[in-house]
């Protein structure tokens, strides 16, 4: 992705390292410790696990697309649901927000590289074992794990299928990655800016990035411990989730949405960055409120940590636990608003253009907020009731990481590409891959709300009749943005290849560390730190 | 790393100290939400046995409370097990004795828990048990039946607002746990 030729200008004499650029063949991606090297490797990682993760949906939606069982068994259905939701939040959506923070922290605050080159190396590799042990179980005796992306407790540990002990060191080997690229992304913010860059004038990516390290090195370790537990349980005889060895069912849930909701916003709060960044670019404008961003963001994390039993209202908790979990999630409304409202007000009045990553930037604001919404009704205990387990939650949870997560990805990556291969992106194809998603991505998951609304319960193979029409629009709106994602593919590639050459800012509007660098990036930069003023 | 003092030393050992911390903490949640719940009685466990002062035995008349039972048996228990009334009005301080039928259809002799609940959670500190088949274990030989009694008093300080109190007993296997317990021993003892 970045060109071999070292345009590293700064000359030191008292260093002793010999300016190089990267190594030949395969051992350049084995043995690298470059930031951009490991960035671009994370990326495409992602981006396969995407592809896959995605087979996985299209499977389930191929099924659903009328009544009945036609092409897959329930067994096989319950595989498929498990896989997809595991592929895609820790195989898709993290491993690309780690993979934009390799490239693109170091560069924001003039580091020249991450602070634990090696370890972030590890933290790579690690990642395809991982996910490998974890995709192997779907060809093995028994099947892949088929209890749910939750995988509640005693359902994973007294009735699934064997290679639950291979899912268990999956994540393991996830979380071990996930923590070691957290060190390395605090130590980098905390450790090697640039003279003169305060905390409160970093770039939004990074801040929340060091926010999003804080909460990963908070709760990995409590899923470690969880499935630690779910080990024991089902290999040595401990009884943690086991009502009749003295253990508890519902603590599994405690525990795992103590982990799990501080996920969800590890999952965003990069994204939030990704399109603070963008969204002033193409107004022209700096950023609304950037002092009220940081905090509404840190806010949103600390909160996080006290609302994780909103997912769990049904399961019969005392009034008084659904009453404080109710109006905690609601709160979590409030900083979500303080920054909705400053992007609103940051384009207000600017000059805006509508390149593709704007596009997706602005979807991203309309889109999220309706998943935002559907979150505060899911929030309200009473009516969760009728909600709980339907595809009213599959669809909350969509709106949020779709056009969330996953646009906030392509935003990001649209925007930068430019800057990390040179080349400019075909901007005709990067609009139809925009309006493609965007138009799919609506019809899979908007009839979903009037499914769950109506009654139709999650992971499900069959469903009722009255069901069908919303169903089959749900499967082709699934097919359309599936479709799409090869034409992304098809577009970065091209993009890397050959295009028009991209200027050193790339972007008119476009200000930070990272522009004032050459296109593309070279090798190593910042090996002297910048001045910021 | 390099001779020098490495300038993440800190980060690095302050991050994987608090990795670590959350590690156990994990675990430490197992424990720590009992006692939660226990200091602010909002999980519906009924507490132990309750020993009766002699002035708590005056009972007040002037109202009722309906108390209702309800058995269940955990996964593949294949006990019968029901209350041998489903729901009685007794008047708060009146010590009240309910009996509970349980049979073993089974051939061999089995060994059980039966684990209490009370619902709504505010009732739980104001039924009393002094007497419960519930604090220990049970055990029924093939095809034995029993009646096990469960003596309480309904606290006079119980909310005028709860009118109703639902007591559930969930009967849990013990037989592979008692097992265990007795290989154990006798590895310890060494018989």
Not at chain 1, 480 to 486: E, K, N, R, S
């Amino acid at each position: 992705m970045s060109t071999v030729v070292d345009t590293n200008n700064n000359s030191h004499a008292d260093d002793t390292h010999e300016h190089h650029g990267p190594a030949k063949g395969i051992a350049r991606w084995l043995f690298t410790t470059n930031h951009k090297d490991i960035g671009s490797m994370y990326l495409w990682f992602s981006f396969a696990m995407f592809l896959i993760g995605g087979c996985m949906a299209l499977t389930i939606r191929a099924e659903l697309f009328q009544p009945g069982l036609q092409l897959i068994e329930p067994e096989f259905f319950n595989q498929m649901t498990t896989m997809h939701g595991l592929i895609m939040v820790f195989g898709a959506v993290m491993p690309a927000f780690v993979g934009l923070a390799n490239w693109l922290i170091p560069m924001m605050v003039g580091a020249p590289d991450m602070a634990l080159p090696r370890m972030n190396n590890w933290s790579f590799w690690i990642l395809p074992f991982a996910f490998g042990l974890l995709l192997s179980t779907l060809f093995m005796d028994g099947g892949a794990p088929n209890f749910g992306w939750t995988f509640y407790a005693p359902l994973s540990t007294t009735y699934a299928p064997d290679t639950v002990t291979y899912f268990i060191f999956g994540v393991h080997m996830m979380g071990v990655s996930s923590i070691m690229g957290a060190i390395n992304v605090i130590a980098t913010i905390l450790n090697m800016r640039a003279p003169g860059m305060t905390l409160m004038k970093m770039p939004l990516f990074v801040w929340t990035w060091l926010i999003t390290a804080f909460l990963l090195i908070a709760v990995m370790p409590v899923l470690a411990g969880v499935v630690t537990m779910m080990l024991m349980d089902v290999h040595f005889g401990t009884s943690f989730f086991n009502a009749a060895g003295g253990g508890d069912p519902v603590l599994f849930q405690h525990i795992f949405w103590f982990f799990g909701h501080p996920e969800v916003y590890i999952m965003i709060l990069p994204a939030f960055g990704v399109v603070s960044q963008i969204i002033p670019t193409f107004s022209r404008k700096p950023l609304f409120g950037y002092h009220s961003m940081v905090y509404a963001v840190a806010s949103i994390a600390i909160l996080s940590f006290i609302v994780w039993a909103h997912h769990m209202f049904t399961v019969g908790m005392p009034l008084v636990g659904e009453l404080f979990f109710m109006y905690a999630t609601m709160l979590i409304a409030v900083p979500t608003g303080v920054k909705v409202f400053n992007w609103i007000t940051t384009m207000f009045r600017g000059s805006l253009t509508f390149e593709t990553p704007m596009l997706f930037s602005v979807a991203f604001v309309i889109l999220f907020t309706i998943g935002g919404f559907s979150g505060l009704m899911l929030a309200i205990a009473p009516s969760d009731f009728q909600y709980h387990d339907t595809y009213f939650v599959v669809a909350h949870f969509h709106y949020v990481l779709v056009p969330g997560a996953i646009f906030g990805i392509f935003a990001a990556v649209y925007y930068w590409l430019p800057k990390w291969c040179g080349n400019m992106y075909n901007e005709a194809l990067g609009k139809w891959h925009f309006w493609l998603s965007f138009v799919g991505m609506n019809l899979a998951f908007f009839p979903m709300h009037f499914l769950g609304l109506a009654g139709m319960p999650r992971r499900i193979p069959d469903y009722a009749l009255q069901f069908a029409d919303f169903n089959s629009i749900s499967s082709v709106g699934a097919f359309i943005f599936g479709a799409t994602q090869l034409l992304f593919l098809y577009l970065v590639i091209k993009c890397i290849r050959s295009g028009e050459p991209a200027t050193d800012q790339v972007w008119e509007g476009a200000e930070g560390l990272e522009w004032t660098i050459p296109s593309p990036a070279p090798y190593h930069t910042f090996t002297t730190p910048p001045e910021v003023k | 790393m390099s001779a020098r003092e490495n300038p993440h030393r800190k980060t690095i050992i302050k991050s994987l100290a608090a990795v670590v911390a959350m590690f156990a903490f994990g675990f430490a949640l197992v424990p720590l939400y009992d006692v939660f719940c226990e200091l602010t009685g909002i999980n519906g466990k009924t507490s132990g046995r309750y020993e009766l002062g002699d002035t708590q035995l005056e009972v007040d008349e002037t109202r009722e409370v309906r108390v209702q039972f309800v058995t269940q048996n955990n996964e593949n228990m294949p006990w019968e097990f029901r209350p041998t009334v489903a729901e009685i009005k007794v008047h708060p301080g009146e010590l009240v004795q309910v009996d509970f039928f349980a049979r073993n259809p089974t051939t061999k002799a089995m060994v059980a828990q039966a684990v209490p609940s009370l619902s709504p959670s505010q009732g739980i500190d104001y039924f009393h048990k002094t007497e419960c088949f519930c604090f220990t274990q049970q055990r029924l030989e093939a095809k034995e039946e029993v009646l096990m009694p469960l003596i309480f008093v309904v606290d006079k300080a119980l909310p005028a607002d709860l009118k109703v109190l639902t007591l559930s007993y969930t009967l849990f296997d013990q037989v592979a746990a008692v097992a265990q317990q007795e290989e154990e021993s006798l590895t310890l003892v060494a018989r």
